[in-house]
């Protein structure tokens, strides 16, 4: 099973931030936070990832909560092109990733 | 970098063939892992494989077989095929890091879709 929550779907307008919440009340203390996402029928796409410090690369940033028990994926200036899937992922050892349903991600212009 | 390769892109086959796709990973990853897509179960794991040898498994059927080659290429096989396996089928690669691969990030290749009839 999943190890995480998140919501259904999300809709962000064009240029703005979007913000992804992930629950993940379970995670123990040597297991990462990865981000994927998924544009219909491609294979996902990963993003970034966390143990407990806060992240940022060029495509997104990823705030983790102190007591680890949440996170959230900001995309700083949302595009047509970000529309699609977000997958938050606890990552329980190599090889598997555990996915959940994810959050649909819908950037309106 | 080239990226996670598979091949063939889309394949249709009957009730009760085989199949047998292939994936190669990126140069210098030794771990591909599987994984099936459907509308109904989303994405779920098959298995793993590292330096030739199967190190995970998923909670599927003894039909979905997989193996690695020296070079780290991988191959899945799903014998008699049914209905339901039709699906996005991904492979995905990474270094395969030992000691719980906190940081080993696996990359996707674009999926072979495939049509049971």
């Known amino acids: 099973d999943a190890k995480t929550t998140q919501p259904p779907s999300m809709d962000c307008a064009e240029g703005r931030a979007a913000n992804l919440p992930c629950n993940h009340s379970?995670?123990?203390?040597?297991?990462?936070v990865y981000w994927y996402r998924q544009i219909h029928s491609q294979g996902p796409q990963y993003i970034i990832h966390g143990l407990k410090n806060n992240e940022t690369n060029e495509m997104a940033s990823l705030i983790i909560t102190e007591d680890r028990k949440s996170s959230t994926l900001i995309l700083p200036h949302a595009t047509l092109r970000d529309t699609a899937v977000y997958y938050c992922i606890v990552r329980v050892g190599p090889g598997k990733l555990i996915f959940g349903q994810g959050t649909e991600l819908s950037v309106k212009p | 970098k080239a990226g996670v390769t598979q091949t063939p892109r889309y394949l249709i086959k009957t009730r009760g063939q085989q199949v047998t796709l292939s994936c190669s990973p990126i140069s210098g990853h030794r771990s591909v892992s599987w994984y099936q897509q459907t509308p109904g179960q989303g994405l779920q794991f098959l298995f793993e494989?590292?330096?030739?040898?199967?190190?995970n498994k998923g909670n599927f059927p003894g039909r979905f077989s997989g193996r690695q080659f020296s070079n780290s290429r991988s191959e899945m096989n799903v014998s008699t095929l049914e209905l339901g396996d039709s699906a996005l089928y991904l492979c995905?690669?990474?270094?395969?890091?030992?000691?719980?691969?906190?940081?080993?990030?696996?990359?996707f290749g674009p999926g072979t879709r495939l049509t049971v009839l």
């Open positions: 995905a690669s990474s270094y395969g890091l030992a000691g719980g691969g906190g940081t080993d990030t696996q990359y």
């Open positions: 379970t995670i123990s203390g040597n297991e990462y």
């Open positions: 494989y590292f330096s030739e040898t199967q190190r």
